[in-house]
Every structure is written in structure tokens, then in C-alpha cells.
């Protein structure tokens, strides 16, 4: 295929796939395996993620791309195949999430800053020759209106390093994903989610621009807007695609490659049903579709929890969340598919 970047990231968001978000740092899939009683080591993260790499229906079908973490770019496979060989394979392209986390920001309480910038430029050329056409940076904007959080600074400064981010990956021949996740951790309502988002994706586009950064070839990894979880609230489906579509209208250029949503926390169920019901109210300017990592993992991680003889019924769990999530990036999902199962 072209590896020019408006293409690259064209693929990532065609035909109503997505990406499977496989990107954990050690500490979360320790996190993650703790709760289906899986030792975490190098051996059982590839042994999972190869299971998820090999489920070629979901694969072939429903995935464009996967953003793996340091480590699984350079794993190889039980019987010798470099992971990025498997996901090549099925037709989806290799990915890497490049940032080093985010850590507290210096005279700020409960804002946090994204760090990794320092030798970057470097670290993404290695990764373009380990087979990465795009990449992944988070910035976390966490809210708690009471403390004052997020800090204009916060946003400010998170915003300047997502476009260093990526003008340093247009520069290495990478699609960046650009990440400002506003967190739904919180107490706030929908209103407040929108306003942070609206603040946080316009100073996004600021910077992005000051930077010289080509629109066409990026792709926006956003939060939806909705109630955080503290505030006992949970929006419908419809109030989600409302306030989300309002906000990307009044923020995001027409012009960026595409749009892939992180789930945040979301069910899988409900990460599903609010982007069909984004998809449903469309036409829109961009493609919408999703980035998920808790969103599409939930089910296969229980499913299989650690057993080589649960292989075949986890491949089975990632693709039906697989194929929802692609019916719901084309506003085609409705809830009694979710029976079928
Ligand atoms: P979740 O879908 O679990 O939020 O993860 C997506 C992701 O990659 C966050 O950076």
C-alpha cells in the first residue's frame, strides 16, 4: 500500500474498521491480568496478545491497525514469527505508542503532563524500520472543577507536546494519532465533559497548526462526551452523539485523515452503542470509528485468562466485540446482535 500519510491514515479508519488499542504498559496488562488471576510475564503478554493477533476473522475483517507497546514490537511468536509479521499478515498495520506516560505536572496538583519527547525523533525512526506507520501519544486531562483542574496550563502544555509529537512523526514517515484523552474518571456532568473537551480540542488544533502539522495525516484519538462516572449519571447513547457531534463540529477540521475514539472506561456495550449512535446521526465531515483498548479486550482477556485451551473461545469474544464495533463505526449496530453471541 501507499505510504504516503493521508493514506496511511485513510486505511486506518476505512470501511468501518478500527483499531484495536493493544498498547498496555506493563504495569496496566499486569493490572488487567491480576483480575483474571494471570501472572504477568514476557511470555504470557505475548502468549495474549499473539491470541488477539492470530483471531484472523476479527483481524482481516474488522481491524485496520494495532498499537502495540516497546515490547511487543519486538516479540516474536511462540514459533518464532515477529508479532508485527502476524498483524501484517492479516492486513492491519503495525502501530506504537511512543509516549513515556504521564506524570504529575511541576505547580499543579492533579494535572498531569505527557512526557517522551526527548529522543524521540530517533526512537520513531527504529520503529519505522520494526514495520510502525502510525503511532500513539495520550495526553490525560483529568477534571475536578472544585481544585481547579485542568489548569489552562495543563491544557496549554499538553497540546504544544502533542504536535512536537507529531511533526516528529510526520517527519520519520509516521501517521501520529494524537491523543488528548479527558478523563470520564470524575463527578462532572456531560456539560462540563463538553466544555473541558472544547477547551482541550481547540487549543489541540492551535498548536497543531503552529507546528505545521499535516492535517490529512493524522488521526484524532478523542474521548466522547459524556457524564464521568462519579456523577452517578450515565448519558444515553443519543445525548452522547449529540454533544459529541456538536463539540467535533465546532473544534475539529474537516480536513484531519479520521477520527477513532478510546473507550475510557465505557462498557464494552455502551463504548459500542454510543459510537453507532454517533455513526447513526451522520453524515459527518470525518470517519468515526473506534481506537478501543478495555472496550474490545474485556471479553476475550476473561475468556481466555491465561489458558491455552481457552485460545479458540477468546478469539471468539474479540471477534463478536470486534464485529459490533465495526457495525457501530458504520452506524449499523443494534442491541440484539449483542444476544446472538
Ligand atoms: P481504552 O479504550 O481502554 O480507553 O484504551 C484506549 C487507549 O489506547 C487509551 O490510550
Known amino acids: 500500500m501507499s505510504e504516503r500519510l493521508e493514506d496511511i491514515a485513510a486505511a486506518m479508519v476505512a470501511n468501518g474498521k478500527g483499531l484495536l488499542a493493544a498498547d498496555e504498559s506493563s504495569g496496566t496488562i499486569k493490572k488487567r491480568f491480576d483480575v483474571i488471576g494471570v501472572e504477568?510475564?514476557?511470555?504470557?503478554?505475548?502468549?495474549?496478545?499473539?491470541?488477539m493477533f492470530r483471531a484472523s476473522d476479527a483481524m482481516t475483517k474488522y481491524i485496520?491497525?494495532?498499537?502495540?507497546?516497546?515490547?511487543?514490537?519486538?516479540?516474536?511468536?511462540?514459533?518464532?514469527?515477529?508479532?508485527?509479521?502476524?498483524?501484517?499478515?492479516?492486513?492491519?498495520?503495525?502501530?506504537?505508542?511512543?509516549?513515556?506516560?504521564?506524570?504529575?505536572?511541576?505547580?499543579?496538583?492533579?494535572?498531569?503532563?505527557?512526557?517522551?519527547?526527548?529522543?524521540?525523533?530517533?526512537?520513531?525512526?527504529?520503529?519505522?524500520?520494526?514495520?510502525?506507520?502510525?503511532?500513539?501519544?495520550?495526553?490525560?486531562?483529568?477534571?475536578?472543577?472544585?481544585?481547579?483542574v485542568p489548569s489552562a496550563t495543563s491544557i496549554g502544555s499538553n497540546a504544544h507536546a502533542l504536535a512536537r509529537y507529531a511533526a516528529l512523526c510526520q517527519e520519520a514517515g509516521i501517521v501520529p494519532i494524537v491523543e488528548p484523552e479527558v478523563l470520564m474518571d470524575g463527578a462532572h456532568d456531560i456539560d462540563i465533559c463538553y466544555e473541558i473537551s472544547k477547551a482541550t480540542l481547540t487549543k489541540l488544533y492551535t498548536e497543531l497548526y503552529a507546528?505545521?502539522?499535516?492535517?490529512?495525516?493524522?488521526?484524532?484519538?478523542?474521548?466522547?462526551?459524556?457524564?464521568?462516572?462519579?456523577?452517578?449519571?450515565?448519558?444515553?447513547?443519543?445525548?452522547v452523539a449529540e454533544k459529541t457531534i456538536k463539540l467535533f463540529r465546532e473544534t475539529v477540521p474537516a480536513a484531519i485523515g479520521g477520527i477513532a475514539f478510546l473507550s475510557g472506561g465505557q462498557s464494552d456495550e455502551q463504548a459500542t452503542a454510543?459510537?453507532?449512535?454517533i455513526n447513526a446521526i451522520g453524515p459527518h465531515p470525518w470517519k468515526l470509528t473506534f481506537s478501543y483498548g478495555r472496550a474490545l479486550q474485556a471479553a476475550p482477556q476473561k475468556a481466555w485468562s491465561g489458558k491455552a485451551a481457552n485460545v479458540a473461545a477468546a478469539q471468539a469474544a474479540f471477534a463478536h466485540r470486534a464485529h459490533m464495533?465495526?457495525?457501530?463505526?458504520?452506524?449499523?449496530?443494534?442491541?440484539?446482535?449483542e444476544q446472538a453471541a
Open 325 to 337: 464495533n465495526h457495525l457501530a463505526a458504520l452506524g449499523q449496530w443494534q442491541p440484539t446482535l
Open 40 to 51: 504477568s510475564t514476557a511470555d504470557s503478554r505475548r502468549d495474549y496478545r499473539e491470541m
Open 274 to 277: 454510543n459510537l453507532n449512535a
Open 64 to 148: 485496520s491497525g494495532v498499537i502495540l507497546y516497546d515490547e511487543t514490537i519486538h516479540q516474536k511468536a511462540a514459533d518464532g514469527t515477529p508479532l508485527v509479521d502476524i498483524i501484517k499478515a492479516s492486513g492491519a498495520l503495525p502501530g506504537i505508542k511512543v509516549d513515556a506516560g504521564a506524570k504529575p505536572l511541576a505547580g499543579f496538583p492533579g494535572d498531569t503532563i505527557t512526557e517522551g519527547l526527548d529522543g524521540l525523533r530517533e526512537r520513531l525512526a527504529d520503529y519505522y524500520k520494526l514495520g510502525a506507520r502510525f503511532a500513539k501519544w495520550r495526553a490525560v486531562i483529568d477534571i475536578d472543577v472544585a481544585k481547579g
Open 211 to 239: 507546528a505545521r502539522v499535516v492535517l490529512e495525516g493524522t488521526i484524532l484519538k478523542p474521548n466522547m462526551v459524556l457524564a464521568g462516572k462519579k456523577s452517578g449519571k450515565v448519558s444515553s447513547p443519543d445525548e
